[in-house]
């Protein structure tokens, strides 16, 4: 039967592993299973998201969804409206406390119309308004990466959002993630370009790339910077330092935090030329997509006008060059 197991962590760090250990798409049985640590449980965004949408999916295959292990180590799933959102029963037995300010609980978004007020919550709950440089470049991200799956992935339950605000420990970051199981990247762009259709590794490399996918003139994008939404994104967590994964298939891609501000000067169009990015290969993979970013915030301020800057610098069609220099 399809099973899900949540090891005592997933994040960005060490996403490769929880991907590679899982073979969540199996069409055996009349059950699936979503398998908790029994001792810890620490999920980030993208975690959360995955398992969202993966939930839902089993849901419409028919599969009676059974969660394994819960407690009071699941309270933040809980919280993150993970269980509500795939009909599972739970309680807790905790106060529920405040999330204003650190995190967005999990939201499923089926229409475009949903995509605003998922960007207003965003910017209320994680208190941002002090702050209109990563202000900006949340909101681009999420309106980015909902739109996409909302354009391309044909996801009947559409995508499946959250994010956090992490100010205690560590870099001060905004972790957002976007999950669905759609058709996925290759089955997508492989309908136009050929290169995409070869392998997963391929199609996530051309989705990165701007110019490739397309996109339509008005709040989400402009003719100047049509696909260029993935692109942005990675610039955006590139330019602050933070994490950017995409997976769709049975590839990964991970572009890892920057260790000196040298080291966030420069950014490759091409994603496999970016000196600190991972490429994965899965046996099994992931049925959709799957896109993640973290934005730091404490390095956005170090810049005069971030989002303005990256933006900016995004190539024209008739202007593209093998590398762009933020300086």
């Known amino acids: ?19 590679a250990n899982n073979r969540p798409f199996t069409t055996q049985g009349s059950k699936a299973a979503l398998e908790f640590n029994p001792r810890w449980v620490h999920m980030e965004p993208v975690a959360l998201a995955m398992v969202a949408a993966w939930g839902a999916w089993a849901r419409r295959q ?59 919550d965003i910017s209320a709950l994680l208190h941002l308004h002090q702050d209109p440089e990563t202000l ?5 991200c999420v309106s980015e990466l909902l739109r996409n799956v909302l354009e391309h992935a044909g996801s009947p339950e559409g995508a499946f959002v959250c994010a956090h605000r992490y100010t205690e420990r560590g870099p001060h970051r905004v972790t957002i993630a976007v999950a669905d199981c759609g058709r996925g990247i290759a089955a997508h762009l492989g309908r136009v370009h050929a290169e ?20 339509p003139p008005g709040v989400y994008g402009t003719p100047d910077n049509a696909g260029a939404g993935l692109f942005i994104t990675r610039s955006i967590a590139k330019g602050s330092g933070g994490y950017f994964f995409l997976l769709s298939g049975r590839a990964g891609y991970r572009l890892r ?13 091409d994603p496999l030329a970016e000196p600190r990015h991972d490429l994965y290969e899965f046996e099994h993979g992931w049925q959709g997509t799957v896109v993640s970013v973290e934005i730091r ?18 190539p024209r069609r008739e202007t593209m060059r093998d590398r762009i220099r933020f300086t």
């Open 62 to 120: 028919g599969f009676q969804l059974v969660a394994e292990n819960l407690g009071r180590k699941t309270a933040y799933a809980g919280r993150m409206r993970l269980f509500q959102l795939l009909g599972v029963d739970f309680d807790p037995g905790l106060m529920e406390r405040e999330e204003a300010g650190r995190f967005v609980p999990l939201t499923q978004v089926t229409r475009s119309a949903e995509v605003s007020g998922v960007i207003a």
């Open 1 to 19: 039967m399809p099973r899900l197991v949540i090891p005592n962590s997933v994040a960005l760090h060490n996403i490769r592993a929880f991907v």
């Open 297 to 314: 915030t404490e390095k956005i301020a170090d810049y005069d006008g971030f989002f303005r800057w990256i933006f900016e610098r995004v």
């Open 136 to 140: 900006s470049a949340v909101q681009y």
């Open 257 to 269: 935090r920057g260790l000196t501000d040298d080291a966030m000067t420069e950014l490759f169009l």
């Open 196 to 215: 995409a259709a070869r392998n997963d590794s391929a199609a996530l490399s051309l989705a990165m790339k701007p110019g490739v996918t397309g996109a």
